[in-house]
């Protein structure tokens, strides 16, 4: 052992003399860089031969080689089904007939008032009474007026018979017959005139009697006995009338849709505050957009509910596009490449479940759907849990 240790150490000195004798004959920093770079390259060249080696005989030694452990994904099997996209808006209730009660001949002072807010109102029923009593009584004084001439056309006519008797013996002058006739038939005519007058009176009488023009609710009855009724205080109605059997549903629609929405388009339309869901169709879509919202109005009919109120918050699904046999999956097993879209599906191969990657055309997306127009077919086992750190051909298993 000491031998050996002496022939180290003899091995050493020489080693330090020689490195001390090419320092000391290089002496160049130069001729340093130079050799480093060669020693770099041989260490390269070593470790590619050992990278190589060491492939070489993982393929040799079948020792070695290690089972690959399969992944558990879920699984679910792909099927045909009705694919329907909507557009979700939000919109109101409005009525179809809506009467904003206003006097017919004028306004006037109010009398009476015969509805309060709430009142259920009949088409025909009598609403205000306002101030006629200078209607009366100019039409008294016209009747008075009309009876004078009366009595005066009955005078006038017994002496023109009169006349006309005595013309017919040759008693008289023509002059007076004449005169006579003339004047009953201008009698009858201020008759005739009274008579109107009185008509025209009765009709501004009637007028201070005001009336509901259509049948509904009183939603609005903002008058009292003494106050002025013209219909409106300022730019509010004093009597609104709203019918609540004849209800519709309005919405703006953003002009993109424009081309997809029209007149018979289906809609389901959901009232949250009463908990109700009814399927209707658009009976109006507005021709002109908005420039405000840029935006065009559509309406739907709703049927008769007492429980449903003007005004009220709407929910409307309008149905823009449906195709029949569909393919829809979920949206977020769909991933992206630079191919396009993509999912992962389990097949069987050589009696093993694997992962395969399949790139996917798809259509359009509604909730947590979307519609895959083609590279998938009805049966195959889409992978829906585990998928994301799944590759092309690793092995799988399912629960």
Same mark, same amino acid.
Do not use: C
């Given at each position: 052992?000491?031998? %050996?240790?002496?022939?180290? =150490?003899?091995?050493?000195s020489l080693v330090l003399a020689s490195c001390g004798n090419n320092t000391e004959s290089s002496g160049s920093l130069t001729a340093k860089k130079a050799e480093?770079?060669?020693?770099?390259?041989?260490?390269?060249?070593?470790?590619? $031969?050992?990278?190589?080696?060491?492939?070489?005989?993982?393929?040799?030694?079948?020792?070695?080689?290690?089972? *690959?452990?399969?992944?558990?994904? /879920?699984?679910?099997?792909?099927?045909?089904?009705?694919?329907?996209?909507?557009?979700?808006?939000? /919109?109101?209730?409005?009525? &179809?007939?809506?009467?904003?009660?206003?006097?017919?001949?004028?306004?006037?002072?109010?009398?009476?008032?015969?509805?309060?807010?709430?009142?259920?109102?009949?088409?025909?029923?009598?609403l205000l009474k306002l101030d006629d009593a200078i209607v009366k009584q100019q039409i008294a004084a016209s009747r008075q007026n009309a009876e004078a001439l009366?009595?005066?056309?009955? %005078?006038?006519?017994?002496?023109?018979? #009169?006349?006309? &008797?005595?013309? $017919?013996?040759g008693i008289g002058t023509e002059i007076e017959l004449i005169s006579a006739r003339t004047n009953v038939e201008g009698l009858e005519r201020q008759v005739k005139?009274?008579? *109107?007058?009185?008509? +025209?009176?009765?009709?501004?009488?009637?007028?201070?009697?005001?009336?509901?023009?259509?049948?509904?609710?009183?939603?609005?009855?903002?008058? #009292?006995?003494? *106050?002025? =009724?013209?219909? =409106?205080?300022?730019?509010?109605?004093?009597?609104?009338?709203? &019918?609540?059997?004849?209800?519709?549903?309005?919405? !703006?629609?953003?002009?993109?849709?424009?081309?997809?929405?029209?007149?018979?388009?289906? +809609?389901?339309?959901?009232?949250? !505050?009463? !908990?109700?869901? =009814?399927?209707?169709?658009?009976?109006?879509?507005?021709?002109?957009?908005?420039?405000?919202? #840029?935006? %065009? #109005?559509? *309406?739907?009919?709703?049927?008769?509910?007492?429980?449903?109120?003007?005004?009220?918050?709407?929910?409307?699904?309008?149905?823009?596009?449906?195709? +029949?046999?569909?393919?829809?999956?979920?949206?977020?097993?769909?991933?992206? !490449?630079?191919?396009? $879209?993509?999912?992962?599906?389990?097949?069987?191969?050589?009696?093993?479940?694997?992962?395969?990657?399949?790139?996917?055309?798809?259509?359009?997306?509604?909730?947590?759907?979307?519609?895959? $127009?083609?590279?998938?077919?009805?049966?195959?086992?889409?992978?829906?849990? /585990? %998928?994301?750190?799944?590759?092309?051909?690793?092995?799988?298993?399912?629960?």
């Open positions: 052992m000491q031998k %050996f240790i002496q022939v180290i =150490f003899i091995t050493s480093l770079e060669k020693l770099k390259k041989e260490h390269n060249t070593v470790a590619d $031969k050992i990278k190589a080696l060491e492939t070489e005989i993982a393929k040799l030694d079948t020792s070695a080689v290690k089972e *690959e452990v399969a992944k558990l994904v /879920g699984t679910a099997a792909i099927t045909t089904q009705n694919f329907s996209h909507y557009i979700d808006l939000q /919109g109101r209730v409005d009525a &179809n007939d809506i009467s904003y009660i206003s006097p017919r001949l004028g306004g006037g002072q109010v009398r009476a008032v015969y509805v309060k807010r709430g009142d259920y109102v009949k088409k025909g029923q009598l009366k009595t005066q056309l009955t %005078f006038a006519k017994d002496v023109y018979n #009169r006349r006309s &008797n005595l013309w $017919k013996q005139a009274a008579e *109107e007058s009185i008509k +025209v009176q009765q009709e501004q009488q009637s007028g201070a009697n005001v009336y509901s023009d259509v049948e509904g609710i009183a939603d609005e009855v903002n008058v #009292r006995v003494g *106050e002025l =009724f013209t219909g =409106f205080a300022g730019t509010l109605p004093q009597i609104k009338i709203v &019918n609540t059997k004849s209800l519709k549903v309005v919405t !703006d629609v953003p002009e993109n849709y424009s081309g997809k929405i029209k007149q018979g388009s289906v +809609v389901v339309v959901s009232l949250p !505050d009463i !908990d109700k869901t =009814f399927n209707t169709s658009i009976s109006v879509s507005g021709k002109v957009i908005d420039p405000n919202n #840029r935006s %065009f #109005r559509a *309406e739907a009919s709703l049927p008769s509910d007492p429980a449903i109120r003007p005004n009220q918050i709407a929910m409307v699904r309008i149905l823009d596009y449906s195709a +029949v046999n569909a393919i829809a999956i979920p949206v977020n097993t769909v991933g992206t !490449d630079e191919k396009g $879209k993509y999912v992962y599906v389990s097949v069987t191969e050589g009696g093993k479940l694997v992962a395969r990657k399949r790139q996917i055309q798809v259509g359009e997306l509604y909730n947590a759907l979307i519609e895959v $127009k083609s590279g998938l077919q009805a049966g195959e086992k889409l992978i829906t849990e /585990g %998928f994301q750190n799944i590759y092309d051909g690793q092995l799988l298993r399912t629960n």
